[in-house]
């Protein structure tokens, strides 16, 4: 009888794979998306190199991290050299160059917190953002890519986990719930935290990539091929994982006490940090450290009200994964 029950059991972990391996399949972009995205990057660093020939460009966010689902708009860096720029200057005559070129929308933002210049291109349909000189991003979106590359059961929780948050309406960070790159972080660490380990802390490893940006040294190992294998001895499949990052974040995370922190691979003490109390805008009841920028909480801009949206999604989606017979539907019905 226990075992018929157990076959049950099996058969039921086997379908609630399945649909969450399908979900993931379904927001995975075609390759054709990335054909146009290179097609805009192309054309870019024409209209770009004619003003400014010493300047690069580099893609960052999910364009290029490995975590973008289909659609995604592209975020583009411009890195250029020199003393004497003055940003808002720069993104206007940017602005400029983009509309003789036909793009569509210009928008140059230069009082957002990251200041940046929006356009779409009526060509591929693909819309994009340009930010001046934000090198740690670029860096950061390499290590996400780097992770991913270790153990698919990365990018597969991600992908639950991040279209989980838009669907719930959690993914916004202008109302106090946190970005798309703290959730990939919170992914990262509660794999490096399983046991056995499914994800390794690449920077804990002697490094093979070392740059400094801002005064912050970036090092880690990033021969992620020689890696393959690290998780191959947990045997956890993506709805247990699932089920297991809900009750993590919803009853086992001290919100109090703790930090997360993918460069360590561990939790810190927010003690430890001196995040314990409000400290102007940032007010530490959820904490994320930057993986380089490690004075950066990704949970500064969770508020009082918004900490208690947030715990009661987990908490939803922790009872959903317990109980609801069909999960793969309940937990992303839209908010
Ligand atoms: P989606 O656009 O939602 O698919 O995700 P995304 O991966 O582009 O993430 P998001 O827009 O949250 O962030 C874009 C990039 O900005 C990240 O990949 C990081 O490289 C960088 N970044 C660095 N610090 C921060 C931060 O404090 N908040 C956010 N949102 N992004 C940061
Ligand atoms: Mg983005």
Known sequence: RNLRKMMECRSDINR???HFLLIYESLTPPGEEKTRQKQLLTLLERLVNKEWPEARLYLYGS????????????????????????????????????????????????????????????VTGVSCDICINNVLAVINTKLLRDYAQIDVRLRQLAYIVKHWAKSRRVNETYQGTLSSYAYVLMCIHFLQQRRPAILPCLQEIEPTYSVTVDGIECAYFDQVEKLQDYGSRNKETIAQLVWAFFNYWAYRHDYTNSVISVRTGCLLSKQAKDWTRRIGND??????????????????????SSIKVLREEFERAAAIMQHDPSPWITLFEPY
Request: one cysteine or more; hydrophobic letters at 40%; aromatic letters at 4%.
């Open 63 to 122: 364009c290029a991290n490995s975590f973008g689902v289909c659609k995604s708009d592209i975020d583009v860096c411009l890195a250029i050299q020199d003393a004497e720029i003055d940003k808002s200057k720069l993104l206007v005559k940017l602005a400029d160059i983009l509309k003789s070129d036909n793009l569509q929308n210009v928008q140059p933002l230069v009082h957002a917190r990251v200041p940046i210049v929006k356009f779409m291109d009526p």
């Open 16 to 18: 609630l794979n399945n």
């Open 283 to 304: 007010r530490h009841l959820i904490c994320i450290e930057d993986p380089f920028d490690t004075k950066h909480d990704l949970g500064r801009v969770v508020d009082k």
